[in-house]
């Protein structure tokens, strides 16, 4: 008798042991399901292993397709999972995807990601004197900015976890988004219409270089004249003729910066005139006297769009380094 009613109290403690732990993973399940945000790819686009554009390219994510949105990596890329299972990372831009069933994406960290384009010192500390070199963080390593510690270092971690100061010189990095504590970020609004500032900008690349073009038409662009195109066509503001006024208007703006790493998508960039491709032919000039001879526009991601010769084959899209980079004197937004 004691032993049927030891068995019967044990059969009653794994069935309710069994059916709590049923219910916990059913609860699971539906808050896991109410929080999912669905996404809708609206233009095929490249699934990456990393979120950065430099991350490895493992497949493409066809018009049409619905992905799971996991995380909002950065300010450019969403982590997402595919109806095979395959997980990887996707850009965030409204032109590939679209979000539905009624949630938002999942919010943003306040962090940017980072590329090191040439080898980096990874140190103890924010200072070159007092930062004992952990390691070196080779051309390609992808970090995590945590922080803006001081004008000269990023407090930095790297995809396996490790955490350190980098100097935050364009010359080593090159961001994809406002490192923490840099400068005010852009405005929902205002990404809409940088955006489509962009989008008219890039409609004309390949357009023949002419000094002096006529200010009437689209057929031929200096540089000052494809800016002004540009901002004309996509949103009715009608920027100065030249660049040297255009560069006097950024900063009655209000708006200038003198650091390429504070530059945001859509600055109008200034630049003086060429001396020499190399960091020495610049070492003892004094930027603040020199004039402006050339203008272009940030794209981001290290990457400007511009005309300046007939010979590199009119609007171009170009790496903001080398001569571009001792060249540059400030930039700014056209909108406040």
Not at 6 to 24: E, M
Not at 223 to 247: H, N
Request: charged fraction near 20%; hydrophobic fraction near 30%.
């Amino acid at each position: 008798m004691k032993r049927s009613t030891t068995i019967l109290i044990l059969s009653a403690i794994l069935l309710t042991t069994s059916y709590t732990a049923v219910q916990d993973r059913a609860s699971a399940a539906a808050a896991a399901t109410q929080t999912s945000t669905k996404g809708q790819i609206v233009s095929s686009v490249n699934l990456r292993d990393q979120p950065s554009t430099s991350g490895k390219i493992i497949g493409l994510v066809k018009k049409g397709t619905t992905v799971t949105i996991l995380e909002n990596s950065n300010n450019y890329f969403y982590k997402v999972k595919t109806s095979d299972g395959k997980t990887g990372y996707v850009s965030s831009s409204s032109n590939y995807i679209s979000t539905s069933g009624g949630n938002s994406a999942p919010e943003a960290p306040e962090q940017a990601i980072a590329t090191v384009i040439y080898g980096v010192n990874l140190r103890t500390a924010p200072s070159t004197t007092s930062g004992k070199v952990i390691t070196m963080l080779k051309k390609g390593t992808v970090v995590t900015i945590l922080e803006k510690s001081n004008d000269s270092f990023y407090k930095v971690k790297t995809s396996g976890g490790q955490s350190g100061y980098v100097s935050s010189s364009s010359k080593y990095l090159q961001l994809e988004g406002d490192a923490p504590g840099s400068n005010d970020g852009v405005s929902e609004s205002n990404q809409a219409k940088i955006a489509k500032v962009i989008s008219t900008g890039k409609k004309y690349l390949g357009t023949p270089y002419e000094y002096g073009s006529d200010r009437n038409t689209t057929t031929t662009f200096d540089c000052s004249d494809f800016v002004r195109q540009a901002y004309k066509e996509a949103l009715g503001i009608v920027l100065p003729a030249d660049s040297r006024k255009q560069g006097a208007w950024v900063k009655d703006n209000g708006t200038a910066v003198s650091s390429i790493s504070k530059l945001k998508a859509g600055d109008l960039i200034f630049f003086m005139s060429y001396k020499g491709s190399s960091a020495a032919a610049y070492k003892n000039v004094d930027k603040s006297k020199e004039t402006i001879t050339h203008v272009a526009m940030y794209l981001g991601e290290g990457k400007v769009i511009h005309t300046y010769s007939k010979e590199s084959g009119g609007v171009r899209i170009d790496q903001l380094d080398g001569s571009w980079e001792y060249r540059f004197l400030y930039g700014g937004s056209v909108l406040k």
